[in-house]
């Protein structure tokens, strides 16, 4: 079988639109591809004609996992002087096919314990990692995919996302005594948030936030009677923490409804690869029988979600090579462990 090039596979993958809810055209691309390479492969559905692709030659010990969904808008691949510009190229489409040819190495020297996890939905909820978990297979790691610029990632941070509902009393604008604003109040809310004392930690430093829609009122000319934000805090414990300071801070002037909760994780790393820490979240906790986790992948996690979405063509092969080695020492230890 010919190796598998990662740069052409990328550009192929990237030129198929697969925004958040559309992957049933990609998923069927790479079913079709690695079942022509010899692969038995589950679509596993997910309604929609969505579908996560589970890929293997044996029983796998190890699987790379990544995501087939991307973020809005679409735009198609183009390559300029060594660099693949388009929607996935570093999130997450270059990643995944690093991690076919590297399967596609692995498996020329024989080794056929590695399995292939490309679930839907993850930037959005993460609905197809969590239908994935429950068809696990006994494998011992599990090589998650997302950009860290080719370093292990030593934790990721949790997400914590609310929605600050404030309530008003609509009136004429002209007798504004007569009413009371909903979107002030909000605003004093927000406000609020800039000076709470948030949790810290040594290793993932301290929980940050970002206010991402804000909405409200009726007419220019009316006292809003209603006004709602939605924060995301980048955590970094117990959310529970985060929540307590919250309401100690804005609970006298909001309502306060929890929306989304992913848990910070602390991974695993290996002698011999440069580690980081990201700010992001991943897929990992909602895979958590798939293995013990690792999370590496090829591209900045600076130009994912921009219009300058990129990866290095040189970058690719040496992930490529990174997750070669991964698995080799990955795969010894478990044979060691079972000895």
Not at 18 to 33: I, K
Not at 242 to 260: F, K, M, N, P, S
């Amino acid at each position: 079988m010919d190796p598998v090039d990662p740069a052409t596979l990328a550009r192929e993958l990237i030129d198929i639109d697969s925004t958040t809810g559309r992957e049933g055209e990609v998923a069927a691309f790479l079913a079709r591809y690695l079942r022509n390479r010899g692969y038995a492969v589950l679509e596993q559905p997910l309604g929609d004609d969505r579908c996560n692709v589970i890929a293997a030659l044996g029983d796998p010990r190890l699987v790379f996992s990544t995501h087939v969904d991307c973020v809005p808008p679409f735009f198609p691949s183009r390559e300029e002087q060594g660099v693949i510009y388009g929607r996935g190229a570093c999130d997450a489409k270059g990643i995944l096919a690093a991690q076919v040819a590297a399967a596609e190495r692995l498996r020329a020297a024989g080794e056929t314990r590695v399995g292939l996890v490309f679930v839907a939905g993850e930037e959005r909820g993460s609905d197809g990692a969590m239908a994935a978990n429950r068809i696990a297979s006994p494998s011992a790691f599990l090589i998650n995919g997302e950009p860290t610029d080719n370093r292990l990632g030593a934790a990721t941070r949790g997400v914590y996302r609310v929605k600050l509902h404030a309530t008003g009393r609509a009136a004429h604008s002209g007798y504004p005594e007569l009413g009371e604003s909903a979107i002030e109040r909000l605003i004093d809310a927000l406000v609020a948030l800039r000076s709470a004392p948030w949790p810290q930690d040594q290793l993932l430093g301290a929980t940050h936030y970002t206010v991402g829609l804000m909405h409200g009122g009726l007419a220019p000319n009316i006292v809003p009677p209603s006004a709602e934000a939605e924060v995301v805090f980048r955590t970094i414990g117990d959310h529970g923490e985060v929540r307590r300071v919250l309401t100690e801070c804005v609970g006298a002037l909001v309502r306060i409804e929890d929306v989304l909760e992913v848990p910070p994780v602390r991974l695993a790393t290996l002698d011999g690869f440069d580690t980081a820490v990201f700010s992001y979240t991943t897929d990992i906790p909602f895979l958590s029988r798939w293995g013990a986790p690792l999370l590496f992948g090829p591209g900045s996690i600076h130009v994912a979600h921009t219009d300058r979405e990129h990866v290095a063509v040189a970058e690719l092969s040496a992930a490529v090579r990174h997750y070669e080695r991964l698995a080799q020492q990955l795969l010894a230890q478990s044979e060691s462990q079972r000895v």
